[in-house]
């Protein structure tokens, strides 16, 4: 209140011995309003405001002892440990809330409705606008085939007869990885089939002991889309032997068989 | 009126911003798509991807063949080239390319055809250890005039070959392996090893180069 | 009435966090209740200024929390509120307390009063 304030000197020489500077202004108020207080309860009783306020001062002790004291309680290192935490802590905060928007502006439409509607069975009519016929059999697949950390499993799979008798097995593959870094795999490029009457179909023609048509027999695919855990293809098996009654697909990758997965052409209910 | 406040109960501080950090950072790895920390695992993940490896790496290409890191491998009877991307400060998987070993060759180039308009350099593998230069060549023809002679040589002791294509007539877009000829020599500049000349130089380009 | 320094120093912690069980108080509060309880002896002997660092090496252990709030008379205040750590501390203290008082009670009436007053005469001339 006055230039020659007993206060703010006791005050200061206190925080003086604090060498955890962040916390002064904290240490100063409490010390500000007990003295405050202390000068209020003598008033009180009487006394003049000057020598109360010296009597309050001299009541606290020494403050370079009690400066002291409390360093000892502040230590700097912890401090400033926590202090950079602190900020570090909050730095992430803001970037994660910045990239959070960005996620949620620009991919969380595509999580909820997806490009393709990749559950339901119309995907691989989408993909290469087929109509469905009489001549379509949905099959049930089952199967599912691990490798050493890849799933298989073919959610969907549907067989068209064409009207020149030709036959197209059209599945979508779908596979999973708990490693999101794995996520889609150029599985597509390494799955052979092979049907019950040993037929063999790969992608860019069948070979030589199936006797037909290399173009037209074939198995082969694209990636349809990814997520962190999970990857779609859409595959298909064309020029399938009108014979065949079953499929062996076979991922083999640089000529490593890494697993198989048996797909019945039978048993289907009539689209 | 706003009064500092120490807040000083430091373990309660420490636990309260140690949770907010590791689930921000949890968070962050999720919205930016989790990015991969170290090149290696980048490298690691490219290669499962494309069901190839673990791979051995021969040397890191300093100018990469694709994206921003590519390293020469050799994994089994094949050779190849795994390309990582970067992202910020993390990185992503990127691609592989293979050609398969032919252990009857001392020397394996790495592509079928070499688009020279890009300006990449050609990767050559060594299946001999004595083998410390190697020298490429091969013929390119421009429109309307005689077809010349381009070659190019690499210094290397760890059996992978980068050819910067030096002066390429203006028009020439691309090159194929089977116009290569190849010659390995030793420490002492002995030729220990070479490719006859390739039947196309006569066939294609109607020249018969020394 | 002016008590031993030394003795009053060792249990200030303990009359701290006892006055903190029967409910939240501030610094100054802490001082005008220890005060009025013990016939000014508290402030007499030991400078008020001590109560701040026994209140942060409390808060520093987790013996009591902190908070900022405005107190009867309209200021805000820096309250100090025990925890459940510190409750425990108080009654371990207690204890310790009342046991070591005991033998101190204990050797005094042992021994007989010719020699105590013969052991506290040079102590107190």
Known sequence: MHDSNPFETFCAAVCAQVRFRPDRAAIQAELLDHLQDHVGALKERGLPVLDARAEAVAAMGDPVELGKSLDQLHSPLAGWLLAVLKWTSQLAAAAAIYFLILFLGRDLPDLLDPAYPITSRGVLYYQRGMEETENTVLLQPTATARTEDYTLSIPYAVLNTWEDGQRTLSYLLKVTHWNPWYRDPEIDAWISAQDDLGNVYVDGGSSAESGRLADTCRSWGNPLTDYPFISYYDMQVTGLDPGAAQVILTLQPFGVRECTLTLSLEGGEPS | ?210 | MKADKNLLSGSTTLLVLSLLAAGDKYGYEMIAELDARSDHTFTLTLKEGTLYPILHGLEKDGAVNSYTREASTGRTRKYYHITRKGLRRLEEQKREWTAFSQKVNAILSALSPAEGEALSGPASS
């Open chain 2, 1 to 210: 009126m706003s009064r500092p406040n120490i807040y000083f109960n430091r373990r309660r501080r420490f636990l309260r911003d140690s949770l907010i950090l590791l689930f921000s950072l949890l968070l962050l790895y999720i919205c930016l798509d989790f990015p991969i920390p170290t090149a290696g695992l980048a490298r690691r993940a490219t290669e499962r991807r494309a069901f190839f490896g673990p791979s051995q790496v021969l040397c890191t290409l300093e100018e990469p063949i694709a994206y921003e890191r590519s390293y020469a491998v050799r994994w089994r009877d094949w050779y190849g080239v795994v390309s990582i991307r970067r992202s910020g400060l993390f990185w992503d998987a990127g691609g592989v390319e293979v050609v398969e070993n032919d252990p009857a060759q001392a020397l394996i180039p790495m592509t079928d055809q070499v688009i020279l308009r890009y300006e990449e350099p050609i990767l050559v593998f060594s299946n001999d250890p004595n083998i410390v230069r190697v020298a490429l060549e091969f013929p390119a023809a421009p429109e309307g005039e005689p077809p010349r002679l381009i070659s190019a040589v690499a210094w290397s002791d760890n059996g992978c070959f980068v050819l910067d294509i030096p002066e390429l007539p203006t028009d020439t877009a691309w090159t194929y392996s089977r116009d290569f000829r190849l010659s390995g020599y030793d420490a002492s500049v002995n030729r220990i090893w070479f490719t006859e000349n390739p039947d196309s130089w006569v066939e294609q380009f109607g020249v018969e180069f020394a």
